[in-house]
């Protein structure tokens, strides 16, 4: 969702070089995007993604592991574990600035041990409850976002990925005022969908939020799937970081799923 996130949507994430340079042919494609011409439909694609999705119902789930940060840096005892599953549905209609907003029900959740609560609240404030700051990590490559990142075609030596491209990508020198991602990203050859983000930074935190400054690392991988022929969403993520968020101070991991969409509102 395209809106203010509070300090609980960092939670939400809780709730992963250099490389032979090869020439990349930049095009100025519909709508002024002025990069490699699959990372201009990977954009269009996203925004496309992101729309269908803010316009459906669908459950998130997350595995968050919070362990204690030794003074040498390693990680320590395992002192929070904790598993939530939400159900995200959008309201009927927009708030006053035209956007989106979503309600969300809790339907199942843990205590800090990882003990199942025999009696679940659905109104119980989680890190699911706002979009915001995992749109950073699912959709980093928002028409948007283009003109603020440089992109680099590397080889792809992947089996995985045989035959599809692969490119890094990061915020130009000087972009300052919008929070972008750093990383890598591989897109179909053809069509320019999004296969699989590789993120290995956040950047301009305090832009977005001044409690996340404080989280100092994230990397994350996020593999998409396909949805009615078209759409590319992020169904899985895993990854982990290091965090000085007050409450949430450690080396932390998770693993992050979502699905079950269903449309529920039209397209405009």
């Known amino acids: 969702m395209r809106k203010k ?15 032979t340079q090869i020439p990349t042919t930049f095009v100025l494609a519909e709508g002024g995007c002025n990069a490699p011409e699959l990372i201009c439909k990977a954009a269009r694609n996203q925004d496309i993604s ?14 968050i592991e919070l362990y204690k940060k030794e003074k040498d840096g390693s990680s320590g005892k395992l002192e ?25 029900r809790v339907v199942a959740d843990t205590d800090d041990k990882g003990k199942p609560k025999g009696k679940v609240d659905p109104n119980a404030r989680t890190g699911l409850a706002s979009g915001a700051f995992l749109d950073l990590l699912f ?11 440089e992109f680099e075609e590397l080889p792809n030596t992947n089996e995985r990925y045989k035959g599809e491209k692969l490119f890094r990508f990061g915020p130009k020198p000087g972009a300052s005022n ?5 990383g890598k990203v591989y897109v179909n050859a053809q069509t320019g969908a999004v296969l699989t983000v590789q993120i ?3 950047h301009n935190l305090k832009t977005f939020d001044k409690v996340l400054e ?32 007050t409450r949430f101070k450690g080396i932390f991991k998770f693993t992050f799923e979502e699905g079950k969409y269903v449309q529920v509102l039209k397209l405009q």
């Open 5 to 19: 996130a509070t300090w609980w949507s960092f939670f939400a994430l809780i709730c992963g070089f250099l490389l």
């Open 50 to 63: 992101l729309t269908f999705r803010d316009r459906c119902s669908y459950e998130q789930r997350a595995h």
């Open 80 to 104: 929070k574990l904790r598993e939530t599953t939400v159900k995200v549905e959008p309201s009927p209609t927009p708030d006053e600035t035209g956007k989106l907003l979503v309600n969300n």
């Open 139 to 149: 959709f980093p490559l928002l028409p948007e976002k283009i003109s603020n990142l």
């Open 178 to 182: 919008l929070t972008l991602a750093s």
């Open 200 to 202: 290995e930074g956040l």
């Open 214 to 245: 404080k989280l100092e690392r994230v990397v994350a991988t996020i593999d998409y799937s396909e949805f009615d022929s078209k759409y590319r969403m992020p169904t899985l993520a895993t990854g982990g970081g290091i965090s000085d968020v």
